[in-house]
T-cell receptor, first 112, second 115 residues
Framework: DGGITQSPKYLFRKEGQNVTLSCEQN?????MYWYRQDPGQGLRLIYYSQIVNDFQKGDIAEGYSVSREKKESFPLTVTSAQKNPTAFYLC???????????FGDGTRLSIL | AQSVTQPDIHITVSEGASLELRCNYS??????LFWYVQSPGQGLQLLLKYFSGDTLVQGIKGFEAEFKRSQSSFNLRKPSVHWSDAAEYFC?????????????FGSGTRLLVRP
């Protein structure tokens, strides 16, 4: 079955450590997105990519980085510069920008 | 700037009762509108979408939504709620008009279903 796979489901970060969240899709979608979800705040866009080797900052990109070397993969790195990283992170993809986005099951990141 | 408002943080209905979740948006042109549902600890699932045409759209799981331009609203409805509908519901708007397209999400409405 086609879909979006996020791993790991749970992740713990130590102070000063960078961590990378994986997102893989086999839907052959061009566009991919990373969102952060905090309780009561809905989803906020971190980064998005419309095509391989290109990506744009979203509304809350500070402290995060991404890469898009392959169409099916869009990993997110939470750097030590992100001072409040505890959140639920969701990856999504769509055929094109203005089509419905399909979501993975998320990664919950916590601080040790 | 685009924005989405879901005025109800929580809604509780009895099983079998009808449901309406409110969504108001702010956008200058004709928007692309979506409703998503999220179960605890899971990703979001698309319920329905409005791009153009008929203002009453049908979705999965018996849900429908009506686009009302004059009220800048896109309310979600279901005639008879089932216990399995308990979840969080998000309304979203997209521009679809430029190269920096993105979705703006409302803050969500949590639906509780009484037996």
């Amino acid at each position: 079955d086609g879909g979006i796979t996020q791993s790991p489901k749970y992740l713990f970060r130590k102070e000063g450590q960078n961590v990378t969240l994986s997102c893989e899709q086999n839907l052959n979608h061009d566009a991919m997105y990373w969102y952060r979800q905090d309780p009561g705040q809905g989803l906020r866009l971190i980064y998005y990519s419309q095509i391989v080797n290109d990506f744009q900052k979203g509304d809350i990109a500070e402290g995060y980085s991404v890469s898009r070397e392959k169409k099916e993969s869009f990993p997110l790195t939470v750097t030590s510069a992100q001072k409040n990283p505890t959140a639920f992170y969701l990856c999504a993809s769509s055929i094109r920008d203005n089509q419905p986005q399909h979501f993975g099951d998320g990664t919950r990141l916590s601080i040790l | 700037a685009q924005s989405v408002t879901q005025p109800d943080i929580h809604i509780t209905v009895s099983e079998g009762a009808s449901l309406e979740l409110r969504c108001n948006y702010s956008y200058g042109a004709t928007p692309y509108l979506f409703w998503y549902v999220q179960s605890p600890g899971q990703g979001l699932q698309l319920l329905l979408k409005y791009f153009s045409g008929d203002t009453l759209v049908q979705g999965i799981k018996g849900f429908e939504a009506e686009f009302k331009r004059s009220q800048s609203s896109f309310n979600l409805r279901k005639p008879s709620v089932h216990w399995s509908d308990a979840a969080e519901y998000f309304c979203a708007v997209g521009s679809g008009m430029d190269s920096s397209y993105k979705l703006i999400f409302g803050s969500g409405t949590r639906l509780l279903v009484r037996p």
